[in-house]
Every structure is written in C-alpha cells, then in structure tokens.
C-alpha cells in the first residue's frame, strides 16, 4: 500500500545575507536569514526596523519546517500582493524552508505601480538569496531512554546503531538518556525498541 514519503531533511542558507537592488531611484536592501521559529523571526524584523527607522517599508516573507503551511508573507503598506507574496515566491523557487528573507524599500520619488513594484521585489528577494550559500540540515528525531546503570551501555547501543546522538543526560538513581535519531532510521529504531529490553524508550517528537 502506498504512502506519502516522510520527509527527512530540507534545504536552508547556511548564514546572513545582504544585497542591494535599485529602480528608479529606489532602493530595495535585501537581507536572509537562516531561522528556527517564529521568535528568530521577530528578532530579526526589529533589529531591521531599529537599523532602518527611516525606510518606507519593510517588507518580507518566511517559511518554517516541511509542512507547506507555516509561512508569512507581508507586504508592510505597499499594494497587497506586491512585495510580500513574491518574495515568498522566491524562497519557494529556491526550495528553501526555515529562512526568513526581509525587503527593506527607500522609496525614491518615483512611483513603480503594481507590476514595478512586483518586479523590483522579486528582483531583490532573487538577488539576496543568489548570493546565499544553501546547506541540506537533516531531521532529527528525538527520544527519552530510561535504564538503570547496568543497562546504560545498551542505551548507547541503540542510539548508535540508528546512527544518532547523544543530546543529553541525567545520571541520578537511574539513567535517563536523551537521543537525536535521524528521521530517515526514527521508525526502525523505534521497531527495534522492543528488542533492548528493559530499556524504556520513549518517543518525543519530530
């Protein structure tokens, strides 16, 4: 029987990027950036503002994990559809999540309209992300494992047969461990749980 594919990894920028575009007297300073959620995200859109106080606008899109539908697409007083939606578009072009890409417009006395204004934010959002480096981040998976200190060795069995990590751990009366799994071996380490008893491994989320 056939099934969606889990997704176990996604494409991202490596680090911060600027560019700098210009139209008609205008000018558009891009920026990128790599994010985890919706705070980096708020973080980033201040330090912009504070850096920027006398831009006319500040216009920008994101997108957060694999799901398709976590994204944001603003377009800060300009036409609706002009800036924030083709932005986005340019972040979707270059199949890339977690990354927030921000148009910062000095408006130059000259008037775009709605195809200009589409156009030059396009451009900019294109530029920046040209000049970023994209890297491939893997999914992980993480687990809580219970045991007691004669079964601790057999933890670190586990983990390190589904090629994972340790991410860290509480060694009081007994062992908690908790791992990092690869999405991709998540559910056949999950399959082998049973086999390391008595082990207590517990799922925590994607």
């Known amino acids: 029987m056939g099934g969606m594919k889990e997704v176990t990894s996604y494409n991202t920028i490596a680090?911060?990027?600027?560019?700098?575009?210009?139209?008609?007297?205008?000018?558009?300073?891009?920026?990128?950036?790599?994010v985890n959620n919706e705070e980096d995200i708020?973080?980033?859109?201040?330090?912009?503002k504070e850096l920027h106080p006398k831009a006319t606008h500040h216009c920008y899109a994101w997108r957060l994990g694999t799901d398709d539908y976590h994204y944001r697409a603003n377009d800060d007083g300009e036409p609706s559809g002009t800036a924030g939606k083709p932005i986005l578009g340019q972040i979707?072009?270059?199949?890339?999540?977690?990354?927030?890409?921000?148009?910062?417009?000095?408006?130059?006395g000259t008037k775009l309209g709605v195809p200009g204004l589409i156009a030059a934010y396009k451009a900019?959002?294109?530029?920046?992300?040209?000049?970023?480096?994209i890297v491939t981040k893997i999914?992980?998976?993480?687990?809580?494992?219970?045991c007691g200190y004669e079964s601790l060795n057999k933890a670190y069995q586990?983990?390190?047969?589904?090629?994972?990590?340790?991410?860290?751990?509480?060694?009081?009366?007994?062992?908690?461990?908790?791992a990092s799994i690869p999405a991709e071996h998540s559910i056949r380490a999950r399959e082998a749980a049973d086999q390391y008893y008595p082990l207590i491994i517990e799922y925590i989320e994607a």
Request: hydrophobic share 40%.
């Open 15 to 34: 680090q911060p990027v600027e560019s700098l575009f210009k139209d008609k007297g205008s000018k558009f300073l891009g920026f990128a950036y790599p």
């Open 92 to 108: 979707d072009a270059a199949g890339l999540t977690n990354c927030l890409v921000v148009s910062v417009r000095y408006f130059g």
């Open 42 to 48: 708020r973080v980033h859109l201040e330090y912009l």
């Open 158 to 178: 586990w983990i390190q047969i589904h090629q994972g990590i340790v991410a860290g751990q509480e060694l009081t009366d007994t062992c908690i461990v908790y």
């Open 139 to 146: 999914i992980m998976h993480s687990y809580k494992i219970q």
């Open 124 to 133: 900019s959002a294109r530029l920046t992300l040209e000049a970023t480096e």
